[in-house]
């Protein structure tokens, strides 16, 4: 499949969020709820790594960090998303984002990157343990969906051999 990973704009914001919103019906990509506004999700995520997967205008699939705190010895640690539209999953998207983002995150001085996957998402633990990442253990009960059930967290780490060495 044709694609080039590209710099997020807010003119893909639409079909990035239709995108999220997928995910985020699926019940295993995140507790959120809901999509917020791209004001929102852009106060929320660093400028520096914001990607989209597209072939023309299509916007296949996204990857963006955010940070993981807000005291400055951190600012080298940052948490992962990656989510790909339904059509176009199993296609090698996700690798080519994650890696990307991988690669430019180091460029701009990012030591570690995180992700908490909900357990059952065996496809997500798989993807990021193949781009470098270890499981390094579960938060049990940390999130309740809106059914009710409530799901473990399994915490993956990729620490750069490039950066903060």
Not at 58 to 67: D, E, I, K, N, S
Not at 75 to 104: F, N, P
Not at 141 to 148: E, W
Request: aromatic share 10%.
């Amino acid at each position: 499949m044709d694609f080039a990973i590209e710099e997020m704009q807010p003119t893909d914001w639409p079909q990035v969020s239709v995108i999220y919103l997928a995910g985020i019906e699926t019940g295993m990509a995140t507790f959120q709820r809901d999509v917020p506004s791209w004001e929102e999700w852009d106060h929320g995520h660093y400028e520096s790594c914001r990607l989209v997967a597209r072939f023309g205008d299509t916007v296949f699939g996204w990857a963006a960090l955010t940070p993981t705190s807000s005291r400055c010895v951190y600012a080298g640690v940052a948490e992962v998303s990656v989510y790909i539209g339904e059509a176009y999953k199993g296609q090698g998207i996700g690798t080519a984002l994650l890696l990307e983002l991988i690669r430019r995150s180091e460029e701009n001085g990012f030591w570690t990157l995180q992700a908490g996957i909900i357990k059952e998402n065996m496809p997500s633990r798989e993807l990021h343990k193949k781009c470098g990442f270890k499981e390094l253990g579960i938060r049990e009960r940390l999130g309740q969906m809106p059914n009710g059930k409530w799901y473990d967290v399994v915490l993956l780490e990729r620490r750069s051999k490039a950066v903060g060495i």
